[in-house]
């Protein structure tokens, strides 16, 4: 008699043989079955554990092969040539983005306690935490509760797993993948409502509340203090805080500065059907404080009239680049006048990173914290000449110009990883009409990077469970073309990770990235089954085994 886990977790309160409930409030079945495994992954490790919780540790893992598994190279039916250098590649896992409640509180306790394990047994190096600006400083200016997530850092530490921290400056919801809704604080918004010229506008007059605008960034309209003192205050508090946990739990803060965490303009805000992929989006320097930088840029340099406002003809959000007089094949952005405003809106995107990040390093400096800066993986209507999509979120990539080496080259100059999306995603999956090159975006990121001797790391930018998404980030992750990548965050824990195949590809996708692409023997093509065998003595439980089975 073996105690399983089907398809989901590896974790068991020994005192409640019935159910227990993970993130989403979605059940998992514990069954006894009398199995005879065929491929048995062994980890062997002794530790003692309370009767409520049963924790995994990092044991020696060794593979013994029953009587009838032949061994096989292979991922799923997909074969992947083995990285060159075994460089072995990290996998975190994106928690909730309710994590923590709007109470300050950690969010299901029991569950993340379960969950946690279950990613622990999965091989899984760590987790990664939105720190949500909204919530940790909604009481008002310098009134920070950081218990929440205090409780979650304990949490993760006694699994013995690492945490990503991401300082979420803008709010949660309007965009893809988002579940919740959490403005940014009430004092911020406040400000804003007397001021709607702190938040991002396009031609149009629409003000944007996910983030504030770029163009205040050293302005003191905060009650007195700048955006960006505002955010160096908010990391100097958390450093305070976590200070014992930094370099060895928290191994790696993520610096937001933007829309979703991504260093860009939010040029395809999803809310209320503003945009729709594959449209190229619009500019967002309309706010007076962008006016005001525009002009002066444009006065500098002789020419006032390239100072009134955007291109006139860059069209609206859900059009396509042939539709506008700016983006077509041959159209005003490679004219002089386009050159310039190019030049003008990426560049103030990479002031506005150059200011955080230098604040960021100033803060985490001699913790052993690695700092990250996420960039966006915009990927539609990248195989035209103006890469329109692009252009709108800030990155001045065209057909004659690179626009990711200048972003990797301020990154270096901090020495922050870059951290890229849409690594699953391939050209094939894509919709013909939309122009899109992911795999061709990722090279030339990969390229810049090695270029500006900056690491890389990656995500997915859409929830992916199936083997080709894994086997996609596997290939990416090699350093063939570019640079490979240093780690790989996983979006995100829900509850389909643990239903039918889903959690068996995580663990085999994990499995072969530790091994820098090494393959895992496919020898039960049924599915797995997490098996957990316990000895009791007395109060104390110690974990003999686990066997993937």
Known sequence: MSLTLRSSTSFINLKETKSFKTPDHFLVTICFAQMKPSCRLRARNSMSMSMQEAQLSRGQISITEGRNCEKMEKFHGLTISHNENNSRVPVFVMLPLD???????????????????????????????????????????????????????????????????????????????????????PWVLEAISKNPDLVYTDRSGRRNPEYISLGCDSIPVLRGRTPIQAYTDYMMSFRERFRDYLGRVIVEIQVGMGPCGEMRYP???????????????????YDKYMRASLEAAAEAIGKKDWGKGGPHDSGHYKQFPEETGFFRRDGTWNTEYGQFFQEWYSGKLLEHGDRILAAAKG???????????????????????????????????????D???????????????????????RDGEQPEHANCSPEGLVRQVKMATKTAGVELAGENALERYDPGGYAQVISTSRADSGNGLTAFTYLRLNKRLFEGDNWRHLVEFV?????????????????????????????????KEAALV
Request: proline share 3%.
């Open 511 to 543: 499995k072969n990235m530790s091994e820098g692409g090494r393959k895992i023997a496919e020898c039960d093509t049924r599915g797995t089954n997490l098996h957990i065998g316990f000895i009791i003595d007395k109060n104390v439980e110690k974990m």
């Open 267 to 285: 040029a395809y805000p999803e809310s209320n059907g503003t945009w729709k992929f594959p449209g190229i989006g619009e500019f967002q320097c």
């Open 403 to 425: 626009g990711y080496l200048p972003i990797a080259k301020m990154l270096s100059k901090h020495g922050v990883v870059l951290n890229f999306t849409c690594m699953e995603m």
């Open 99 to 185: 994590t923590i409640t709007l109470g300050g509180n950690l969010n299901k306790p029991r569950a993340m306690n379960a969950s946690l394990m279950a990613l622990k047994s999965a091989g899984v190096e760590g987790v990664m935490v939105d720190a949500w600006w909204g919530l940790v400083e909604k009481d008002g200016p310098l009134k920070y509760n950081w218990e929440g997530y205090a409780e979650l850092v304990q949490m993760v530490e006694k699994h013995g797993l690492k945490v990503q921290v991401v300082m979420s400056f803008h709010q949660c919801g309007g965009n893809v993948g988002d579940s919740c809704s959490i403005p940014l604080p």
């Open 363 to 401: 803060t985490f400096h001699g913790t052993g914290t690695k700092l990250s800066g996420k960039i966006a993986g915009i990927h539609w209507h990248y195989r035209t000449r103006s890469h329109a999509a692009e252009l709108t979120a800030g990155y001045y990539n065209t057909r004659n110009r």
